[in-house]
């Protein structure tokens, strides 16, 4: 079991810039793949970014691709989110997940597990 916990979140204007971090507990935590989702109201959930174990490899949706940054710390057990020049259409639920599989990392289906989310508002 892992139990993942989003924060950071909250209310910002257009052209600003949220930190999103997701703090893992439970089973190894450096083993996964760690992604980002989110789904906006009356949307399908929506693959954002994802991080490989080692922090080597980084993957974006391409609605975010120059404005948004994950990374991970493995030894503090969490990832982030950092994103910048955000828009009102970046509103939505955020949420982490862990990928054991290693592969189609944009892939909803193929993640584990799940935080509860945490919302980010852009107003325009």
């Known amino acids: 079991q892992v139990q993942l916990v989003e924060s950071g979140g909250g209310l910002v204007q257009a052209g600003g810039s949220l930190r999103l971090s997701c703090a893992a507990s439970g089973r190894t935590f450096s083993s996964y793949i760690m992604g980002w989702f989110r789904q906006a109201p009356g949307k399908e959930r929506e693959f954002v970014a994802a991080v490989t174990w080692s922090g080597g490899s980084t993957y974006y949706a391409d609605s975010v691709k120059g404005r948004f940054t994950i990374s991970r710390d493995n030894a503090e057990n969490t990832v982030y989110l950092q994103m910048n020049s955000l828009k009102p259409e970046d509103t939505a639920v955020y949420y982490c997940?862990?990928?054991?599989?290693?592969?189609?990392?944009?892939?909803?289906?193929?993640?584990?597990?799940w935080g509860q989310g945490t919302q980010v508002t852009v107003s325009s």
């Open positions: 997940a862990t990928n054991s599989r290693g592969y189609g990392v944009s892939r909803s289906t193929l993640y584990d597990y």
